[in-house]
């Protein structure tokens, strides 16, 4: 409670740049979530995630996590300068996603945090052998709806938080619930113009996993250039998207599971300026 | 009925009067020259429709438009022509056309842009065209586009807006769009005596009228070693290094602009601008005004360079001041 108070005091004290339409983050995603940033109107994103082996996990004999590594590869669309579309695929259970992204406002004078919404859905292709009655296509999607709110707090900290509501449609077991409420702390701050750390964390309140779960925590750095982002982080999570990342994370920072990844994105302008 | 006729009668005379008396009034620049004899540019020579003006005006504007029922390709998939250039005039004189603190100034006090490029309101009562240094940067491309306006427009839509060649309804069209931007005797400031020379229909000199609005936008280059000795000898202007921030670069350098680079007022441009001062990289205020940068494979969209007369020394080490200044 008394670090609380002491982490609002010190936001506090930042006093709030209320310029319209300030970038909070380099890119729209952070490490594995999503930022309040989303893409600009007419320009393409291509964005490889990658996540190599857990350094726990004989690191060194799967080349340095090359092995066990797991990727996605996905495409974003700014459909207008507010409204994202993307989609995906995921080595991780050979998932595919798609989402639709729409930031409601931009912190400025009067209106105190940026706010986007985000809905997606996330269709397995991987079959489950243990369960084939039940491993119908139904039964395979999952779904996620997020809100994210950002404040920047002078020019360098930007303060998200993204309460997340995923839901799967076959559970296995009865410890883990359909609908699952994950809060998460994103937190960035720009060194330079171009480089930001940030630190990223999901919280699952307990009754809603299995007791072997974990919430998933990430430490990265970004590398803004003209047209490219780089993410560089460690995380305790290996999967890139909701709602895998959120359930299914059993990791452990203290035990080793730390999965060293990178997100690249390069965008291309498709629709002409104007 | 014969109430109805005579009242259609009045209304005829009255509105052919009032059309009259704007005529008499507002003559254009280019029929008072070339009532006293001037030679009559190519570009005046032929007539345009309407519907030609509006195409003109959303090719340059929106970058394409609606020709034989269908939309056109885009010039350009990273400008537009207003990207760097105004469609309206930039001064409250047009004697001082070119000079950069008018420009600024009105240019803060109207709300439009303060741009690299020249405007197109009075383009067509030019003679020359990529005057000045701009042969160094495009060489031999200038020598046809420097007397004709039309090769301007397409040297401008193939280099400067990295697109592509027009087609000659597109070219036909834009220059269109220009003749309805051309010059009228009340753009100009005249001394009374020459509004009472041009009203009472009195021979005038092309060159008597010609002292009072642009012929042509000059272009000197310079670079930022050749700079340095001025910008030494000046005290910068915080604010009006403030006022070009606001209307020049952050035109372009703004979210959903056509720079990935946004610029804002926060401490960290700013440090990043004190800490690349002197660089000679694209991050160094000199060496990016001045040069800009250029196309490449791959990365089409570029920034133009400032020439002195768009941007004075003086208003360098304004721009210099405000950026290297962290309140």
């Not at chain 2, 005529?23 to 030609?52: C, M, R, Y």
């Given at each position: 409670?008394?670090?609380?108070?002491?982490?609002?005091?010190?936001?506090?004290?930042?006093?709030?740049?209320?310029?319209?339409?300030?970038?909070?983050?380099?890119?729209?995603?952070?490490?594995?979530?999503?930022?309040?940033?989303?893409?600009?109107?007419?320009?393409?994103?291509?964005?490889?995630?990658?996540?190599?082996?857990?350094?726990?996990?004989?690191?060194?004999?799967?080349?340095?996590?090359?092995?066990?590594?797991?990727?996605?590869?996905?495409?974003?669309?700014?459909?207008?300068?507010?409204?994202?579309?993307?989609?995906?695929?995921?080595?991780?259970?050979?998932?595919?996603?798609?989402?639709?992204?729409?930031?409601?406002?931009?912190?400025?004078?009067?209106?105190?945090?940026?706010?986007?919404?985000?809905?997606?859905?996330?269709?397995?292709?991987?079959?489950?052998?243990?369960?084939?009655?039940?491993?119908?296509?139904?039964?395979?999607?999952?779904?996620?709806?997020?809100?994210?709110?950002?404040?920047?707090?002078?020019?360098?900290?930007?303060?998200?938080?993204?309460?997340?509501?995923?839901?799967?449609?076959?559970?296995?077991?009865?410890?883990?619930?359909?609908?699952?409420?994950?809060?998460?702390?994103?937190?960035?701050?720009?060194?330079?113009?171009?480089?930001?750390?940030?630190?990223?964390?999901?919280?699952?309140?307990?009754?809603?996993?299995?007791?072997?779960?974990?919430?998933?925590?990430?430490?990265?750095?970004?590398?803004?250039?003209?047209?490219?982002?780089?993410?560089?982080?460690?995380?305790?999570?290996?999967?890139?998207?909701?709602?895998?990342?959120?359930?299914?994370?059993?990791?452990?920072?203290?035990?080793?599971?730390?999965?060293?990844?990178?997100?690249?994105?390069?965008?291309?302008?498709?629709?002409?300026?104007k | 009925m014969k109430k109805i006729l005579y009242s259609l009668l009045a209304i005829s005379i009255l509105l052919i009067s009032i059309n009259w008396k704007k005529d008499k009034v507002d003559p254009t620049v280019s029929a008072i020259l070339q009532k006293n004899g001037a030679t009559i540019p190519q570009h005046f020579k032929e007539k345009f429709t309407e519907t030609q003006i509006q195409q003109g005006k959303e090719l340059?504007?929106?970058?394409?438009?609606?020709?034989?029922?269908?939309?056109?390709?885009?010039?350009?998939?990273?400008?537009?022509?207003?990207?760097?250039?105004?469609?309206?005039?930039?001064?409250?004189?047009?004697?001082?056309?070119?000079?950069?603190?008018?420009?600024?100034?009105?240019?803060?006090?109207?709300?439009?842009?303060?741009?690299?490029?020249?405007?197109?309101?009075?383009?067509?009562?030019?003679?020359?065209?990529?005057?000045?240094?701009?042969?160094?940067?495009?060489?031999?491309?200038?020598?046809?586009?420097?007397?004709?306006?039309?090769?301007?427009?397409?040297?401008?839509?193939?280099?400067?807006?990295?697109?592509?060649?027009?087609?000659?309804?597109?070219?036909?069209?834009?220059?269109?769009?220009?003749?309805?931007?051309?010059?009228?005797?009340?753009?100009?400031?005249?001394?009374?005596?020459?509004?009472?020379?041009?009203?009472?229909?009195?021979?005038?000199?092309?060159?008597?009228?010609?002292?009072?609005?642009?012929?042509?936008?000059?272009?000197?280059?310079?670079?930022?070693?050749?700079?340095?000795?001025?910008?030494?000898?000046?005290?910068?202007?915080?604010?009006?290094?403030?006022?070009?921030?606001?209307?020049?670069?952050?035109?372009c350098h703004k979210p959903n602009g056509v720079s990935f680079l946004i610029l804002d007022d926060s401490k960290l441009t700013k440090q990043a601008f004190i800490k690349n001062l002197g660089s000679y990289k694209d991050a160094d205020l000199h060496q990016i005004t001045r040069w800009g940068t250029y196309p490449h494979s791959g990365h089409k969209p570029y920034m133009p360079n400032y020439t002195l007369e768009k941007l004075?020394?003086?208003?360098?080490?304004?721009?210099?001041?405000?950026?290297?200044?962290?309140?």
């Amino acid at each position: 409670m008394k670090g609380l108070w002491i982490i609002s005091i010190i936001l506090l004290s930042y006093v709030a740049r209320a310029q319209d339409n300030e970038t909070h983050f380099k890119d729209t995603r952070v490490v594995n979530g999503y930022s309040t940033e989303v893409e600009r109107k007419g320009y393409l994103k291509f964005i490889i995630s990658h996540r190599f082996g857990a350094f726990n996990n004989d690191f060194l004999g799967n080349f340095f996590g090359l092995d066990n590594a797991e990727v996605r590869l996905g495409l974003d669309y700014g459909l207008t300068k507010n409204l994202t579309i993307g989609a995906g695929r995921s080595t991780l259970n050979k998932a595919f996603d798609g989402y639709l992204k729409w930031k409601i406002c931009n912190q400025k004078q009067g209106v105190p945090v940026t706010i986007t919404l985000l809905s997606s859905l996330i269709y397995r292709t991987l079959d489950n052998l243990s369960i084939p009655d039940d491993d119908t296509p139904i039964n395979r999607l999952s779904y996620s709806y997020e809100a994210y709110f950002s404040r920047l707090f002078g020019d360098r900290l930007a303060v998200q938080l993204s309460p997340i509501l995923t839901y799967r449609n076959l559970v296995t077991l009865s410890e883990e619930n359909h609908m699952v409420y994950t809060q998460g702390l994103t937190i960035g701050y720009k060194l330079t113009q171009k480089v930001a750390i940030n630190l990223e964390y999901f919280y699952t309140p307990d009754g809603q996993n299995q007791d072997i779960t974990t919430n998933p925590l990430s430490l990265g750095i970004d590398f803004g250039t003209s047209g490219h982002v780089f993410q560089l982080f460690f995380s305790n999570a290996q999967a890139v998207t909701s709602p895998y990342f959120v359930n299914s994370t059993t990791g452990n920072w203290l035990d080793g599971d730390i999965f060293f990844g990178f997100n690249i994105s390069r965008a291309f302008r498709i629709k002409a300026y104007k | 009925m014969k109430k109805i006729l005579y009242s259609l009668l009045a209304i005829s005379i009255l509105l052919i009067s009032i059309n009259w008396k704007k005529d008499k009034v507002d003559p254009t620049v280019s029929a008072i020259l070339q009532k006293n004899g001037a030679t009559i540019p190519q570009h005046f020579k032929e007539k345009f429709t309407e519907t030609q003006i509006q195409q003109g005006k959303e090719l340059v504007i929106q970058g394409r438009t609606k020709y034989q029922g269908k939309k056109s390709r885009p010039i350009s998939k990273h400008f537009t022509c207003v990207t760097c250039h105004n469609t309206v005039k930039e001064t409250d004189n047009l004697k001082f056309a070119n000079s950069a603190q008018q420009r600024l100034d009105y240019a803060y006090k109207t709300g439009i842009p303060f741009l690299q490029g020249s405007t197109f309101f009075g383009i067509v009562n030019r003679e020359k065209w990529y005057n000045g240094d701009y042969q160094k940067k495009y060489g031999k491309l200038v020598d046809s586009a420097r007397n004709d306006l039309g090769a301007a427009i397409q040297l401008c839509a193939q280099e400067c807006s990295q697109g592509r060649v027009l087609e000659q309804w597109e070219e036909d069209a834009i220059l269109a769009y220009f003749r309805s931007l051309e010059l009228k005797i009340s753009d100009l400031t005249l001394p009374s005596s020459l509004i009472d020379s041009i009203q009472e229909n009195l021979k005038i000199t092309s060159q008597r009228l010609q002292e009072f609005y642009p012929l042509n936008s000059p272009a000197t280059f310079t670079t930022p070693d050749q700079e340095k000795p001025f910008l030494a000898q000046l005290t910068g202007d915080y604010n009006n290094g403030r006022k070009i921030y606001n209307v020049s670069c952050k035109t372009c350098h703004k979210p959903n602009g056509v720079s990935f680079l946004i610029l804002d007022d926060s401490k960290l441009t700013k440090q990043a601008f004190i800490k690349n001062l002197g660089s000679y990289k694209d991050a160094d205020l000199h060496q990016i005004t001045r040069w800009g940068t250029y196309p490449h494979s791959g990365h089409k969209p570029y920034m133009p360079n400032y020439t002195l007369e768009k941007l004075s020394h003086q208003q360098l080490k304004d721009l210099e001041t405000y950026l290297t200044t962290i309140e």
